[in-house]
């Protein structure tokens, strides 16, 4: 069965320092993988995804994330945090069989202090 | 372009009551799904529709059903409440069923079941 891990529940970072979310994935085949960003008071907003082709994939707001097969990750990065990005972010793994085949990552909440 | 909206915000109901949930999908799109969202947790897939039929079901049981408008829109219906049942309900729309569609997602319903 497919699966999510965010290894890391609550992240702190100061303001203006790189970011690394780290996703590791289970999936029998090549997979679809999303990052997904939840604000308070918000519906989740898709920042990225990989379907296939360059495994370093660029995304809205500055964030990027690389799918690493050998090591079934798919970390989310950004050089430079600002406070705006305090958020929760999800990571999905799925493939193409539709939406119902999408499973979540319990997320991780991002605080970033000044 | 209207985004995904969510009717009510909250709401909170005592065990073994019925509750309705509305989503109106984006402008052009198709497909809702619906998503549960307990605390602490990830996104669970329960249903979507396309055109106004059922096709693709999470792991939830009959109690969890919905429909789906000429116009897009949606509803969730949840029978017999259960504690269990209290979460966050999200609903997203998309153009078509594929994952490959990027979904859109509503801000949800808290839903706290007494």
């Known amino acids: 069965a497919q699966s999510v891990t965010q290894p890391d529940i609550h992240i702190t970072v100061s303001e203006g320092a790189s970011l690394e979310l780290r996703c590791n994935y289970s999936y029998g085949a090549t997979p679809y993988l999303f990052w997904y960003v939840q604000s308070p008071g918000q519906g989740l907003q898709l920042l990225l995804k990989?379907?296939?082709?360059?495994?370093l994939v660029q995304g809205i707001k500055g964030f990027e994330a690389e799918f690493k097969r050998s090591q079934s990750s798919f970390n989310l990065r950004k050089p430079s945090v600002h406070w705006s990005d305090a958020a929760e972010y999800f990571c999905a793994v799925g493939g193409a069989g539709g939406y119902q085949k999408v499973t979540f990552g319990t997320g991780t909440k991002l605080q970033v202090i000044p | 372009e209207t985004g995904v909206t969510q009717s009510p915000t909250h709401l909170i109901k005592t065990r073994g009551q019925q509750v309705t949930l509305r989503c109106s999908s984006q402008?052009?799109?198709?497909?809702v799904s619906w998503y549960q969202q307990a605390l602490g947790q990830g996104p669970q897939f329960i249903f979507q529709?396309?055109?106004?039929?059922?096709?693709g079901r999470g792991n939830f049981p009959p109690r969890f059903s919905g429909l789906q408008f000429p116009n897009y829109s949606s509803e969730l219906n949840v029978n017999a409440l259960e504690l269990d049942d209290s979460a966050l309900y999200l609903c997203?729309?998309?153009?078509?069923?594929?994952?490959?569609?990027?979904?859109?997602f509503g801000p949800g319903t808290r839903l706290t079941v007494l």
């Open positions: 402008s052009g799109h198709n497909t």
């Open positions: 990989y379907f296939s082709g360059d495994t």
């Open positions: 997203a729309s998309t153009q078509g069923g594929s994952s490959y569609n990027e979904q859109f």
């Open positions: 529709y396309y055109r106004e039929e059922e096709n």
